[in-house]
Nanobody, 124 residues
Framework: QVQLVESGGGLVQAGGSLSLSCTPA????????MGWFRQAPGKAREFVGG????????LYGDSVKGRFTISRDNAKNTVYLQMSSLKPEDTALYYC?????????????????WGRGTQVTVSS
């Protein structure tokens, strides 16, 4: 069974920065695309960003472009989401996801494995 474990969430003031990490437990994820989604209360899950297995392609949701950066370190079996210029509307539960195959993209059904999420709260 594949498990994705997110960490790094917390409370930050608007304009601040925060970094999330995701580590797949139990198996290496070297050849999987990795992504981040988020869901705020009462709202649909939203694609934040994704990165191909060799990091030659990244894709971001429109609401985070230019502020968030996704990266990965396959040697450490970890994917990162660096968030800057945070806004109160970035407040959400952030999920890590992995895709076993192509194509991957902004739709939920393009991803095969999900973490349980880490909470990010941005105060105004």
């Amino acid at each position: 069974q594949v498990q994705l474990v997110e960490s790094g969430g917390g409370l930050v003031q608007a304009g601040g920065s925060l970094s999330l990490s995701c580590t797949p437990a139990g198996r290496p994820f070297t050849y999987y695309a990795m992504g981040w989604f988020r869901q705020a209360p009462g709202k649909a899950r939203e694609f934040v960003g994704g990165i191909s297995w060799n990091a030659d392609r990244t894709l971001y949701g429109d609401s985070v472009k230019g502020r968030f950066t996704i990266s990965r370190d396959n040697a450490k079996n970890t994917v990162y989401l660096q968030m800057s210029s945070l806004k109160p509307e970035d407040t959400a539960l952030y999920y890590c996801a992995a895709a076993d195959g192509t194509p991957w993209g902004p739709r939920d059904n393009q991803w095969d494995y999900w973490g349980r999420g880490t909470q990010v709260t941005v105060s105004s």
